[in-house]
T-cell receptor, first 113, second 114 residues
Framework: QQPVQSPQAVILREGEDAVINCSSS?????VHWYRQKHGEAPVFLMI?????EQKGHEKISASFNEKKQQSSLYLTASQLSYSGTYFC??????????????FGSGTQLTVLP | DGGITQSPKYLFRKEGQNVTLSCEQN?????MYWYRQDPGQGLRLIYY???????QKGDIAEGYSVSREKKESFPLTVTSAQKNPTAFYLC?????????????FGEGSWLTVV
C-alpha cells in the first residue's frame, strides 16, 4: 500500500525551512528518502530503520516515528539546489525476504531566489 | 565507475510492438528492480529480482516481462499487451548491508508509443 506524503507541493524562498511528511497505515521496517530532478533518476538521501531513528545530512535531516509509522524530512535554510520532487519509500515489516520499496506520490519543492 | 546503465535513453514504439529496455549494473548488487513513473506521479514497481533466475511481480506487472539470467543484467520487455506504455522507466539495484537496503537508480529510459 502506497505511503501518503504531504504536502503535495511547497514553494519557499532561499533560506526558509520546510518539512515533508510521509505516513503509512502498515507497520514499517524502514523509510527511504529520495530527491528527483525533472527527467533524472531519483537520488538517495537517507534511510531510517525501525527502532526510531533520526539522521542528518548537512542541512537535510529526517526522523522516523516507528509507533506512528510516520517519517518527516526537514530541510533547513533551503538552497536553490534543493528544488525537486521528494519521494519517501517504505519497506513493510510483512514483506519478509522480499524487500519491496513502495513510493509515495511525491512532494514538489520549489526554492525561489 | 560503478553504476547502473540503462539503454536506450529514448525509445519510440509503434502500437503492437514489443520493446526491450536494457539494464546493466556493475555494483555487485544482488537485487534489481524495474519501476514505472508517469508524469507528475510517483514510482510504481513492475518487477523485482532478489537473485539470479528468480523474479517476482510488483504492483503493475501486467503487460511486462523480465529475465534475470545474469547477476548484472535485468532487461524489461514491454509487450503489446501493455495498453498504455508511454512512461519513464527506472531500473534500480540494491544490496543489503548494516545500513539497510539502499536502492540506487539508473538514469531512466523514456518510452513513447507512436
Amino acid at each position: 500500500q502506497q505511503p501518503v506524503q504531504s504536502p503535495q507541493a511547497v514553494i519557499l524562498r532561499e533560506g526558509e525551512d520546510a518539512v515533508i511528511n510521509c505516513s503509512s497505515s502498515k507497520a514499517l521496517y524502514s523509510v527511504h528518502w529520495y530527491r528527483q530532478k525533472h527527467g533524472e533518476a531519483p537520488v538517495f538521501l537517507m534511510i531510517l530503520l525501525k527502532g526510531g531513528e533520526q539522521k542528518g545530512h548537512e542541512k537535510i535531516s529526517a526522523s522516523f516515528n516507528e509507533k506512528k509509522q510516520q517519517s518527516s524530512l526537514y530541510l533547513t535554510a533551503s538552497q536553490l539546489s534543493y528544488s525537486g520532487t521528494y519521494f519517501c519509500g517504505t519497506e513493510r515489516l510483512s514483506s519478509g525476504s522480499a524487500r519491496q520499496l513502495t513510493f509515495g506520490s511525491g512532494t514538489q519543492l520549489t526554492v525561489l531566489p | 565507475d560503478g553504476g547502473i546503465t540503462q539503454s536506450p535513453k529514448y525509445l519510440f514504439r509503434k502500437e503492437g510492438q514489443n520493446v526491450t529496455l536494457s539494464c546493466e549494473q556493475n555494483l555487485n548488487h544482488d537485487a534489481m528492480y524495474w519501476y514505472r513513473q508517469d508524469p507528475g506521479q510517483g514510482l510504481r514497481l513492475i518487477y523485482y529480482s532478489q537473485i539470479v533466475n528468480d523474479f517476482q511481480k510488483g504492483d503493475i506487472a501486467e503487460g511486462y516481462s523480465v529475465s534475470r539470467e545474469k547477476k548484472e543484467s535485468f532487461p524489461l520487455t514491454v509487450t503489446s499487451a501493455q495498453k498504455n506504455p508511454t512512461a519513464f522507466y527506472l531500473c534500480a539495484s540494491s544490496k543489503w548491508d548494516i545500513s539497510g537496503n539502499t536502492i540506487y537508480f539508473g538514469e531512466g529510459s523514456w518510452l513513447t508509443v507512436v
